[in-house]
């Protein structure tokens, strides 16, 4: 399986951004899907879980009404919808996957990452 993220970038704080994440090498749709974060310093933490048919979510508290993770089934591709960004979401994001379900704390498979960069 590799995941691919895209999607991040720099912007103020209150502002939006759509992270993307492009899997392949297995069959998608058996997939449990996250997304992750790790700030400078810290250690990585779950920001969001989707469930193999997306009917169930999960998100850390502190993003609850400000991200929505969404998944594609038919591009095999997973989404972080991320509004009213502030300086406290900076980190370099992971989409991630496992089945059947994933785990908040850690999963099978990582990608690569995209850098966040919130300033105030």
């Known amino acids: 399986v590799q995941l691919q993220a895209s999607g991040g970038g720099s912007v103020q704080a209150g502002g939006s951004l759509r992270l993307s994440c492009a899997f392949s090498?297995?069959?998608?749709?058996?997939?449990?899907l996250g997304w992750f974060r790790q700030a400078p310093g810290k250690k990585r933490e779950f920001v969001a879980t989707?469930?193999?048919?997306?009917?169930?979510?999960t998100y850390r508290d502190s993003v609850k009404g400000r991200f929505t993770i969404s998944r594609d089934n038919a591009k095999n591709t997973l989404y972080l919808q991320m509004n009213n960004l502030g300086p406290e979401d900076t980190a370099v994001y992971y989409c991630?996957?496992?089945?059947?379900?994933?785990?908040?704390?850690?999963?099978?498979?990582y990608g690569q990452g995209t850098q966040v960069t919130v300033s105030s």
């Open positions: 991630a996957a496992d089945r059947p379900t994933i785990a908040t704390t850690s999963a099978q498979y």
């Open positions: 989707i469930s193999w048919g997306g009917g169930s979510t």
């Open positions: 090498g297995g069959a998608f749709s058996s997939y449990a």
